[in-house]
Antibody, heavy 118, light 110 residues
Framework: EVQLVESGGGFVQPGGSLRLSCAAS????????MSWVRQAPGKGLEWVAI????????YYADSVRGRFTVSRSTSQNTVYLQLNTLRPDDTAVYYC???????????WGQGTLVTVSS | QTVVTQETSLSVSPGGTVTLTCGLK?????????STWYQQTPGQVPRTLIY???TRSSGVPARFSGSILGNRAALTIVGAQAEDESDYYC??????????FGGGTRLAVL
């Protein structure tokens, strides 16, 4: 059974950093396209980043490029999202998603809340 | 900056048919955009309905179908049920590894 469990969310001040984790089971992260999608309170879904299978090319939304970094660990079967230089408009539930060679998530984690506020 | 457009809200009668669409502010949607449709009720995790234009995700009822209609991606619900009242989002692959979500459609069944 495919399972995705996010962790690492919390409260952080503007300019701060967090690292989100997405622990996977039931499949191998390096053989799938792993995405991060966020949803600000009361707002719609926003695509954030993706790491492709195999060599692991990474791509980002304009709103986070240069501040966020997606990576993965084969040994831990986990995907990470490093969030730097956080801003209040980064406040959102961050979801991890998985798909076999499709750019959009098919399976989703339960999400982790990031709150950026002074 | 690529903008993906969806109807803000739609309504359908129980048992009726409704089509939600997903377009590009500039340009036409084709199968190369790998359109994906999600359903989300407030406070819940999104549920994948359709991916790669017209592939139904596991466990999704047959009343949901995806297609390209004209220059837009489309999600059609035939025989709408009360539990289909939700927010619906589309996602499009726009190239260079980047995808964009539409703003969502709130569907009322009444």
């Amino acid at each position: 059974e495919v399972q995705l469990v996010e962790s690492g969310g919390g409260f952080v001040q503007p300019g701060g950093s967090l690292r989100l984790s997405c622990a996977a089971s039931g499949f191998t992260v390096s053989s799938n396209y792993m995405s991060w999608v966020r949803q600000a309170p009361g707002k719609g879904l926003e695509w954030v980043a993706i790491v492709y299978s195999g060599p692991g090319s990474t791509y980002y939304a304009d709103s986070v490029r240069g501040r966020f970094t997606v990576s993965r660990s084969t040994s831990q079967n986990t995907v990470y999202l490093q969030l730097n230089t956080l801003r209040p408009d980064d406040t959102a539930v961050y979801y991890c998603g998985r798909a076999p060679h499709i750019d959009h998530p098919i399976d989703w984690g339960q999400g982790t809340l990031v709150t950026v506020s002074s | 900056q690529t903008v993906v457009t969806q109807e803000t809200s739609l309504s359908v009668s129980p048992g009726g048919t409704v089509t939600l669409t997903c377009g590009l502010k500039s340009g036409s949607v084709s199968t190369s955009h790998l359109s994906t449709w999600y359903q989300q009720t407030p406070g819940q995790v999104p549920r994948t309905l359709i991916y790669d234009t017209n592939t139904r995700s596991s466990g999704v009822p047959a009343r949901f179908s995806g297609s390209i209609l004209g220059n837009r991606a489309a999600l059609t619900i035939v025989g709408a049920q009360a539990e289909d009242e939700s927010d619906y989002y589309c996602a499009l692959y726009v190239g260079g590894g980047v995808s964009v979500f539409g703003g969502g459609t709130r569907l009322a069944v009444l």
